[in-house]
Nanobody
Framework: VQLQASGGGLVQTGGSLKLSCAAS????????MGWFRQTPGKEREFVTA????????LYADSVKGRFTISRDNAKNTVYLQMNSLKPEDTAVYYC????????????????WGQGTQVTVSS
């Protein structure tokens, strides 16, 4: 599956953004989907993940209550709604697809999108 992330941009503290990740290829609903983020000089960080059906979600403590992941299997798309954004949320955000494994770990995902920049100004 190939992934294309979009929706990043510049927003003020407290603002909102919605990222999208469109998948091409077959059997999107077979994939666990995740969002990770990375800043220069740091390792890629888990943000959130969602199960194949969308019925189960995981969040990093740093985004819990502010971010919401969802998916539309009919549209082959996963979304990340980000509210109450903070400057520390500034990063390149990557969507990822995997078939199995610990959803919090990047090694569980073998398909990655190109990343979309999110910048939160203070």
């Amino acid at each position: 599956v190939q992934l294309q992330a979009s929706g990043g941009g510049l927003v003020q503290t407290g603002g909102s953004l919605k990222l999208s990740c469109a998948a091409s290829g077959r059997a999107f609903s077979n994939y666990l989907m995740g969002w990770f983020r990375q800043t220069p000089g740091k390792e890629r960080e888990f943000v959130t993940a969602i199960s194949r059906s969308g019925g189960y979600t995981l969040y990093a403590d740093s985004v819990k209550g502010r971010f919401t992941i969802s998916r539309d299997n009919a549209k082959n798309t996963v979304y990340l709604q980000m509210n109450s954004l903070k400057p520390e949320d500034t990063a390149v955000y990557y969507c990822a697809a995997g078939l199995s494994g610990n959803m919090r770990l990047s090694i569980s995902y073998n398909n990655w999108g190109q990343g979309t920049q999110v910048t939160v100004s203070s």
